[in-house]
DNA sequence: AGGACCCTTCGGTGACGGCCGAACGGTCGC
DNA sequence: GCGACCGTTCGGCCGTCACCGAAGGGTCCT
């Protein structure tokens, strides 16, 4: 905002310089590059992330000022690494909505290598997104708890008491009373159709890991479905292999 | 992102790219004060945000093409008129969750002149927010619908049946069945404090206008509490003077 | 028809900011 | 302690983009 008109406006909000002062900090692509890195909820280290974005380390360091300085991130120094996450589930849902609404990437992202490949197919299977479960398993464990009776969409989502029954039934505890939405819909990229997120969402993927339904595939956010999961899918949301096809394979 | 290291990337997620697009339509000034602007939920002529931003037309043009090809705002033109909105509720709820995440302007935005700091006051009071009521009146409302039981927050925001019951009393229909969240919290920006948002919240506003408990001052984004308003809000809400005491003055 | 008004197009200007590489201070491991 | 490694600081480069004013097309009112 230079080429300055009236020599100093009367105030018609400064606001408009904050709420731009924070766009910009999503507005590179580097730094919302690390942000969709980080959306996976873990902590990377500076030089991480700068390779996944490929820029100059000394480049990284300043995107990461930045942010850390907006709120965005926040760091944790341990010798040598500097690890960075992002602020909360606030800024992760603010960066998905953001990252949802965005069109997409007109070009459909061209893969170029057999293992690309690979890993882009186990992402659309399962994946994390930042704390709970995304990719087709996200996806088909929300429709089938909504089949089940266990979720209901009408005038916004929101868990039944079967639902909440459910829930007690598996041992799965929903740190209540905070803020936090219990239910969230979060809007899957590969998908395209919503998942299960919120601190019911959370709390299940958490389940999930602790119970050994699914376990991490290397460092990366895609998770595979164990033989166990796979039961216990069955068992407590009586999912058909059917629903489970594009999981599994 | 020039400089260029690597000839081309083997593809870190094309995504960053996108989702900085997209920001950067809001990482501007002038084009944020736009999008403030329009939060009041009306539509504006192309000079009126122009002059509102302190910028010449020609602009603001630029501007608005932008985010009108961005999808952040629709356009319909009526004659040698140009009028502008937010795309939608979901534009909407995501410039305010943007707005309410960034640092508040640290210099206290200083008020020049008399008329200013009464605009100001009377926005504090009482204003839409996009679709549904914010300032002091509508955190009021809201408090006190927690009070009587119709809201909770223990693990997310939800109507219950008393509060459905009181809607249905008053007359106030709610869309339901759509995407929407039913309510939703918005956090207030002079009151740092969560008011009653989503469809119910819409509703609920739309439903003051209709039945003249408020009515705007001027243009602007305030509303005025009628005298007709109070008594509706003592009557079906047993609101205490008290509690409207910040509201009516 | 004429004039006022709303908006757009176009050229030109200047600042901001993202990028790198090289040099440097910490921290770890052998 | 000596190298390997992670991160930071500093200059310098250059593209992008927000800005304006002047000129021009449309629309409405009288």
Redesign the interface.
Known sequence: ?H?M??PD?????????????????????????????LLDGRAWTASELAR?????AS?ATEHLNLLVA??VLVQERQGRHRYLRLAGT??AE??E???A?????S?L?????LS?AGRRNALARARTCYDHLAGALGVAITTTMTDRGLLV??????LTSRGTAWLADLGVV?P??N???????CLD?TERR?HLA??VGAALCAHAFGAGWIVRIGSTRAVALTAAGHDALRAHLDMTDQTLAPVVR
Do not use: I, K, N, Y
Not at 12 to 37: H, I
């Open positions: 905002m080429g008109s009236a406006m009367p105030s018609p909000s400064v606001r408009g310089q904050d709420l731009a002062a924070f766009a910009r900090l999503l507005a590179d692509p580097t730094r919302a590059g690390f942000c969709l890195a996944h974005a490929g820029v100059a480049t907006g709120g606030e800024t603010l960066v909505s953001l990252a609404m965005a069109p997409r990437g070009v992202t061209p893969v170029r290598s690309a969409w009408e005038g916004g989502l929101a929903v209540a009373a803020r936090r939405p219990a239910v969230r819909s990229w919503p919120g601190a």
